[in-house]
């Protein structure tokens, strides 16, 4: 059973930082999938932020994350990571792991995901 459990979300202030954990089980990291986060904003759609291969080679974020959100993988422990730095108020949303047993080379859309996870919630105050 696929399970991903994501963790360390909180509120800080701007400027700050967070690194969001997703704990995953019932993977074969050895297979090539593809993993990705993404928020939803209250009255908002839900949006991509970072995608990654489980390979590593191909990331992708989305143009409103780019330069302080780095997604990263450890597939020993099979956890995805979301490092957050230089965190506005407009990034404060409902954050979501998301994984689908297929490669890719982008963030694709959150319809393409079929394992997701309960979601952590980070805010951030001006």
């Known amino acids: 059973q696929v399970q991903l459990v994501e963790s360390g979300g909180g509120s800080v202030q701007a400027g700050g930082s967070l690194r969001l954990s997703c704990a995953t089980s019932g993977f074969r990291y050895s297979s090539r999938l593809c993993a990705g986060w993404f928020r939803q904003a209250p009255g908002k759609e839900r949006e991509g932020v970072a995608a990654m291969d489980t390979t590593g080679t191909n990331t992708d974020y989305a143009d409103s994350v780019k330069g302080r959100f780095t997604i990263s993988i450890d597939n020993a422990e099979n956890t995805l990571y979301l490092q957050m730095n230089s965190l506005k108020p407009e990034d404060t949303a409902m954050y979501y792991c998301?994984?689908?047993?297929?490669?890719?080379?982008?963030?694709?859309?959150?319809?393409?995901?079929?394992?997701w996870g309960q979601g952590t919630q980070v805010t951030v105050s001006s």
């Open positions: 998301a994984a689908v047993g297929s490669p890719c080379g982008r963030i694709r859309s959150l319809y393409d995901y079929n394992y």
